[in-house]
């Protein structure tokens, strides 16, 4: 699970984190459709492969080396 911690006028509060929460820190934009249950959509997000980082690989990495295998 994961938490998020807030100090808010000298307390300190707790709270999990939404599923919603989890999805945008992923990368996933608000119009993602996530599964129906918390622990689903925690499962889900648990499981997924982050977009931005994703993106980054596929530009960097795997579109110069296709582009290197079909030109040679």
Not at 22 to 49: Q, S, W
Not at 54 to 62: H, K, M, Q, S, Y
Request: proline fraction near 4%.
């Amino acid at each position: 699970k994961q938490f998020l911690v807030v100090k808010k006028s000298g307390e300190v509060h707790a709270r999990l984190l939404t599923v919603r929460e989890a999805a945008r820190l992923m990368g996933a934009p608000d119009t993602f459709i996530l599964p129906g249950t918390y622990n689903d959509g925690y499962k889900a997000m648990g499981d997924a492969v982050a977009l931005p980082v994703a993106r980054f690989i596929g530009e960097r990495f795997l579109i110069k080396i296709a582009e290197a295998v079909y030109n040679d």
